[in-house]
């Protein structure tokens, strides 16, 4: 156990050794999404991916970013193909899957908690997401869709993470994320999305 505090003590050192102002970023995740307010809905793997600018705000230890984002948002859900063959009726069920892709633009707040454990974050703030399309998997088929669906949509981002730096221009993080998503004007499945999960992070110091 005392090897273990020294352990973490070394790394709180030497994380966040120099003074990041503006940063760059890129990530990738690996989430669970699901409608809300559904009770059938199960749940579904996408991804999500974006490339984002951090600026400290003043000489706090509050950041803002903002960047570009793609987000994805699914479900699976129980499907019946009813067959009448004659006087009988055959009934295949089968798993059906909606994933819905959007592009997104954060403003996100994001706070080091620096005097508790150095290197950990706390992010959180708003994104407006913009429809790509949507994919609809089933029954051995496939199709890909660019309607039916709010053209905008407004989503809520929050996010713990922890960061270290490799070098003096480098830095690497892992977060746990998630994303409320509300369409505007329309309801995707049960009125809104949502995905929580990984992301990993490269972030290059630009001064």
Not at 97 to 125: H, M, Q
Not at 128 to 149: A, P, Q, R, T, W
């Amino acid at each position: 156990m005392k090897y273990l505090l020294f352990i973490i003590m070394f790394l709180n050192l030497n994380a966040f050794a120099q003074d990041e102002r503006m940063s760059m970023s890129a990530h990738i995740g690996y989430c669970m999404s699901n409608t809300l307010f559904s009770e059938t809905a199960q749940s579904n793997f996408c991804y999500n991916a974006g490339i984002e600018l951090r600026h400290r705000l003043g000489v706090s230890n509050f950041f803002l970013q903002s960047g570009i984002r793609w987000n994805e948002y699914g479900f699976q859900d129980m499907r019946n193909e009813y067959i009448v063959d004659g006087s009988n009726t055959i009934v295949n069920s089968y798993m059906h899957e909606s994933t819905i892709f959007l592009l997104s633009i954060p403003i996100i707040t994001t706070y080091k908690l620096k005097s508790f454990i150095p290197g950990l974050t706390i992010s959180a703030g708003p994104q407006l997401s913009f429809y790509m399309f949507s994919k609809s998997e089933g029954f051995d088929d496939v199709i890909f869709s660019s309607g039916n669906y709010a053209p905008t949509s407004l989503s809520f981002h929050t996010a713990v993470g922890y960061e270290y730096a490799i070098s003096e221009k480098w830095i690497l993080g892992a977060e746990v994320n998630s994303n409320f998503n509300f369409p505007i004007g329309w309801f995707f499945g049960s009125e809104g999305e949502y995905n929580c999960g990984l992301a990993l992070t490269g972030r290059y110091i630009l001064k």
